[in-house]
């Protein structure tokens, strides 16, 4: 078993939002990257888009999602789908700290996994 905490006290403010890369980890095998992300009271992340996937899962509190201009309520338990260049922020217009796990991939970093891996399927 591996286990990482969290680091809460040294987590970065970037793009209006605290967060800490979790993924790329070398002990975690896979094809993509991830971070945790607080978006503080009344704060916003800054719109932006980019070429990979992306996927928020709500974890803690309640936010507004915004996909190119759309706004939807994200709460705890919600997930979010973002395809490559859809511009989008997180908007926290409550008075308590928003949670999300962010989880990024795109077709090179697949390619180099199943490049990596090929034939060693069913090896120990």
């Known amino acids: 078993m591996h286990l990482r905490s ?4 040294e987590m970065v ?5 605290y967060g800490e890369r979790l993924v790329p980890w070398l002990p975690l ?4 990257e991830g971070a945790w992300v607080v978006v503080k009271a009344g704060a916003a992340t800054g719109a932006h888009s980019h070429h ?7 974890m ?13 309520p994200f709460v705890a338990g919600d997930i979010v789908h973002l395809t490559p ?4 922020r997180a908007i926290n217009d409550s008075d308590e700290d928003f949670e999300f796990y962010a989880i990024w991939w795109d077709t090179d970093m ?15």
Do not use: C, W
């Not at 990979?52 to 709500?58: D, G, H, L, P, R």
């Not at 803690?60 to 939807?72: F, H, L, N, S, Y």
């Open 52 to 58: 990979e996937y992306e996927m928020f899962i709500a």
């Open 6 to 9: 969290l680091m809460r006290d």
């Open 29 to 32: 095998n896979a094809p993509f």
């Open 110 to 124: 697949s390619e180099r996994f199943v490049t990596q891996h090929a034939g060693t399927e069913g090896k120990a």
């Open 13 to 17: 403010l970037e793009n209006g939002a």
């Open 85 to 88: 260049g859809t511009v989008h």
């Open 60 to 72: 803690k509190g309640k936010a507004v999602v915004e996909a190119d201009g759309e706004q939807r």
